[in-house]
């Protein structure tokens, strides 16, 4: 868990912080909430440094804050930090609400096409080597060849994850911005969630999209994408 100490003594820490997220994300603690800490350190058997330091961590994501003569609260949900990876995980983990998805199918289309025009000026020969073999994997991973874009396949969910995930990392790192690279801690998880749901039937066969994507940065390319990334 990043943000606990790794000292002796905190070692409880990162289990009390995933305790406390639970609690928060499944509704046991509504926004507003106050926290009994006493009764938190006798139900978690934990020390009073251990509970401090895991209210720290979750106070750094956004999800509790601190007053005088208040106490420890749960804070608003827009005041989550999203962007986070734990906070994604626990959000995903929890049953992600209505919209959430989607919203991050828009940044996901906001983002991949100014990350994939940087790439067609910026990509290596490394870049070009990641995204092909992500296109290979993901042939692999399907059993029907590929003849037209509307073909439908079924294939291993688990490799095409995989394959498809890979693909979406090497294409915002060849964008080489380290703000778009970053990004995979928030478009991957939610990404591979998604596609293990459509993996696991007949659906439309992923390869001829994204091959579109990786040929605009090839070598000789310069050209901007289209709005629409592969999904």
């Given amino acids: 868990m ?3 100490p790794l000292t002796r003594k905190d070692r409880g820490c ?3 912080v995933e305790a406390l997220a639970r609690r928060i994300f499944d509704g046991t603690y509504a926004e507003g909430d106050l926290l009994d800490l006493p009764g938190l350190m006798a139900e978690l058997d934990v020390s009073q440094t251990v509970l401090r330091e895991a209210i720290k961590v979750l106070t750094t994501k956004g999800l509790l804050d601190a007053r005088q003569k208040r106490g420890t609260y749960v804070r608003p949900r827009d005041d989550w930090n999203l962007l986070d990876s734990d906070v994604l995980r626990w959000t995903i983990d929890s049953g992600a609400p209505g919209g ?13 096409p100014a990350a994939a025009a940087l790439a067609a000026l910026h990509r290596t020969d490394a870049d070009l080597a990641a995204l092909d073999a992500a296109l290979s994997a993901m042939a692999a991973a399907e059993q029907t060849p590929v003849m037209t874009d509307a073909v439908m396949t079924e294939g291993d ?8 995930a890979s693909f979406h990392t090497a294409l915002l790192t060849a964008s080489d911005n380290p703000f778009f690279a970053q990004m995979r801690r928030v478009i991957i998880p939610a990404l591979v969630v998604r596609d293990r749901l459509v993996h696991a039937g007949r659906h439309e066969h ?13 070598p000789g390319t310069r050209t901007a994408l289209s709005p629409r990334c592969p999904t």
Avoid: I, W, Y
């Fill in 100 to 112: 959430f998805f989607t919203d991050l199918l828009e940044l996901r289309r906001a983002v991949e």
């Fill in 2 to 4: 990043r943000g606990c």
């Fill in 206 to 218: 992923p390869l001829p999209a994204h091959a579109r994507v990786a040929d605009s940065s090839a």
């Fill in 157 to 164: 969910p688990v490799l095409a994850v995989r394959a498809d």
């Fill in 14 to 16: 990162p289990r009390t």
